[in-house]
């Protein structure tokens, strides 16, 4: 970030990842997350780096504290749990989705309505996509986590919109 103004200094340092999803960056202090601004920046922390050093970081996180698992339903719905702060920055890491593609032979849908929160199922499991849209929308306006209005299909390492399950 270049210039000394106060404006510069405040600015919120974020990435557009899907078409309702912000990446934030912040510091976990345990109790609260603190943004991470631009007068945080060091010779190893800099604009340019701090996407793999954010991915270094929950990398290191989720194999060392907070392993993510999968939940599946009867109706065949998944869930990735993975301590209730992380969930949905795991849509990051793409290997996660391409292997979950593999081991169910099929393309994703997927919804992130909450940052604790992501769901997914195959493709072709229309009760389950069903049963993902009611979810989310009973849960949307209660919840207090709240991320995306969106379904998303997720083939290979592609992820694009299916529907708008909220309006």
Wanted: charge should be negative; aromatic fraction near 10%; include cysteine.
């Amino acid at each position: 970030v270049e210039g000394d103004s106060e404006d510069k200094k405040m600015e919120i340092i974020c990435k557009k990842i899907l078409p309702d999803c912000l990446l934030f960056y912040g510091f976990d202090l345990d109790t609260m997350f603190v943004q991470v601004m631009p007068a945080d920046f060091t010779a190893s922390l800099r604009l340019d780096n701090i996407h793999l050093v954010a991915k270094e970081n929950l990398t290191y996180f989720s194999e060392h504290e907070r392993v993510p698992e999968i939940r599946s339903s009867e109706s065949g719905i998944n869930m990735i749990v993975c301590g209730g702060n992380y969930e949905a920055s795991l849509i990051l890491f793409e290997d996660i989705w391409l292997n979950l593609q593999e081991q169910l032979a099929s393309a994703l849908y997927v919804s992130i309505p909450a940052r604790d929160m992501v769901l997914f199922t195959t493709k072709d499991n229309l009760v389950a996509i069903d049963e993902i849209r009611k979810l989310v929308t009973d849960q949307y306006y209660t919840y207090h986590r709240q991320m995306s209005k969106y379904l998303y299909k997720v083939e290979g390492n592609i992820w694009t919109v299916v529907e708008k399950i909220i309006d």
